[in-house]
Antibody
Framework: EVQLVESGGGLVQPGGSLRLSCAAS????????MTWVRQAPGKGLEWVANIKQDGSEKYYVDSVKGRFTISRDNAKNSLYLQMNSLRAEDTAVYYCARGGSSSGWNSYWGQGTLVTVSS | QSVLTQPPSASGTPGQWVTISCSGS????????VNWYQQLPGTAPKLLIHSNSQRPSGVPDRFSGSKSGTSASLAISGLQSEDEADYYC??????????FGGGTKLTVL
């Protein structure tokens, strides 16, 4: 059974940092693109970033470029999102999802982890 | 303001056929495939349709997708109460990002 479990969310002050993790199981992690998608309270889905199987390609939405870094550790079956210089508008539930190449789709999603940026 | 445009709401009675539209441009829907996601209240999104019209295993054949030019549609036939959810379209954009629609809240009356 495919499982994606996010962790690392919480309350952080504006300007602060947070590192999200996503533990994957039930599939060959190193064979798939991986994606982070977020959803602000009461709002729609927003794609944040994705990363190729070997980490050689990474793409970001403009609003997080230079502040967020997506990475992965295939030996640990884990995906990460390092978030720096956090702003109030980054407050959202962050979902980890399998897949996300330019011609693909996100076939499985985690349950999400809530990040709240507030003083 | 989402790059892909969806109606904010849709509704139907049990057994009805409803459609949800998704409008984009030549750089996203016009040149790439469209995926649809269903998000039931309080849960994570779930893949409903990929590659414009393909249903993953386990998705009822009441759900179908289509694409024409720079627009796509999701159709639900034989509407059921458990279909009440938010629906999102998504497509890769040639500017090297994924774009989502703003979501459509489907109400089963």
């Amino acid at each position: 059974e495919v499982q994606l479990v996010e962790s690392g969310g919480g309350l952080v002050q504006p300007g602060g940092s947070l590192r999200l993790s996503c533990a994957a199981s039930g599939f060959t992690f190193s064979s798939y693109w991986m994606t982070w998608v977020r959803q602000a309270p009461g709002k729609g889905l927003e794609w944040v970033a994705n990363i190729k199987q070997d980490g050689s390609e990474k793409y970001y939405v403009d609003s997080v470029k230079g502040r967020f870094t997506i990475s992965r550790d295939n030996a640990k079956n884990s995906l990460y999102l390092q978030m720096n210089s956090l702003r109030a508008e980054d407050t959202a539930v962050y979902y980890c999802a399998r897949g996300g190449s330019s011609s693909g789709w996100n076939s499985y999603w985690g349950q999400g982890t809530l990040v709240t940026v507030s003083s | 303001q989402s790059v892909l445009t969806q109606p904010p709401s849709a509704s139907g009675t049990p057994g009805q056929w409803v459609t949800i539209s998704c409008s984009g441009s030549s750089s996203n829907i016009g040149s790439n495939t469209v995926n649809w996601y269903q998000q039931l209240p309080g849960t994570a999104p779930k893949l409903l349709i990929h590659s414009n019209s393909q249903r993953p295993s386990g998705v009822p054949d009441r759900f179908s997708g289509s694409k024409s030019g720079t627009s796509a549609s999701l159709a639900i036939s034989g509407l059921q109460s458990e279909d009440e959810a938010d629906y999102y379209c998504a497509a890769w954009d040639d500017s090297l990002i994924w774009v989502f629609g703003g979501g459509t809240k489907l109400t089963v009356l």
